[in-house]
């Protein structure tokens, strides 16, 4: 069986509380992007499934959220074929994009289907919260509030249909460490969140991308900050209606209308960064 795992952007990311349980309560509009790693899933008999990905440091194990995602779909329906996972990626890693959620949510749905479960999204996106905090929106998918620690969904109207341009700085940044220098009392400015649903209801893509707001962005280093504040700085400077950090970054991106300055920004920041990607809006 093959699939795509699609990568999703951050609209808005809030932090709202840190929980007793050592996770945050979120407040995020979250959107699907055409950006896809590529999977194949096939069941195997007699033997423990094996997982295999183009990237060399990728744990090809247990600990890959894929393998994790097919373990925990046996669990919770007792049964359930043991399959060989094979990625091709091309959602960078660790870059804020759920590329990793993403492959886990397409697991789950290829083994939904090879053992003819007929779980209903909200079931399998059930399985996913014991995965990572951002599988059960990978699992929905589109246009969607995700709440709590990620896994209380609401969708939303589509956004508009738009270009997408994507720029990876090249640093990592661990969500985790991330998360730890949050002061969420000392948080100042944050996002529209109720402006974002009123212009997603009114179909205002304008409207949402003047509003885009991550506060992770306040909390990274200066110099990180900088670069990503550079990286905003081209996109709209080629015309992007808006441009935010996504997740815990580092993945900048900018929404277009327009195809032009979509691939005027690509172009230019190719120029000086190896990770840059164009794509669209999936609903
Ligand atoms: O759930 P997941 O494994 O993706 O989360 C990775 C880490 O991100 C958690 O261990 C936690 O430190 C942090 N996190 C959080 N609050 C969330 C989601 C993630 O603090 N809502």
Excluded at 67 to 83: I, K, S, Y
Excluded at 111 to 127: C, D, K, P, S, Y
């Amino acid at each position: 069986m093959e699939l795509s795992a699609y990568a999703k952007i951050n609209l808005t990311l809030d932090i709202l509380r840190k929980r007793e349980d050592g996770y945050h309560d979120l407040q995020m509009v979250m959107q699907t992007v055409t950006l896809a790693d590529a999977l194949t899933v096939e069941p195997v008999e007699g033997r423990e499934g094996a997982m295999a990905s183009d990237l060399r440091y990728l744990p090809a194990d247990g600990r890959n959220l894929a393998q994790m995602a097919a373990a925990a779909f046996r669990n919770a329906v007792g049964e359930g074929p043991q399959v060989d996972i094979t990625i091709q990626k091309h959602i960078p890693v660790c870059a804020g994009l759920a590329g990793g959620s993403a492959d886990a949510a397409a697991v789950l749905k290829a083994m939904n289907q090879l053992a003819g479960a007929g779980l209903a999204v909200r079931e399998l996106a059930a399985i996913g919260e014991k995965v990572g905090s951002d599988v059960p929106y990978c699992v929905l998918g589109g246009t969607a509030l995700a709440e709590g620690r990620g896994e209380r969904l609401t969708p939303l109207p589509p956004l508009p249909n738009c270009h997408v341009v994507l720029c990876k700085p090249p640093f990592p940044i661990s969500t985790p460490q991330l998360f730890a220098k949050v002061n969420v009392r000392k948080i100042v400015c944050r996002p529209d969140t109720p402006g974002v649903l009123a212009a997603l209801e009114a179909g205002d893509l304008a409207g949402v991308a003047r509003r885009l707001y991550n506060v992770f962005e306040d909390v990274l280093e200066p110099r990180r900050k900088s670069e990503i504040d550079a990286v905003k700085a081209v996109l709209i400077d080629c015309g992007a209606l808006g441009a935010s950090m996504s997740g815990s970054g580092p993945t900048v991106f900018g929404l277009f209308d327009d195809l032009d300055a979509a691939q005027a920004a690509y172009d230019r920041l190719k120029e000086s960064y190896q990770q840059v990607f164009l794509c669209e809006t999936l609903n």
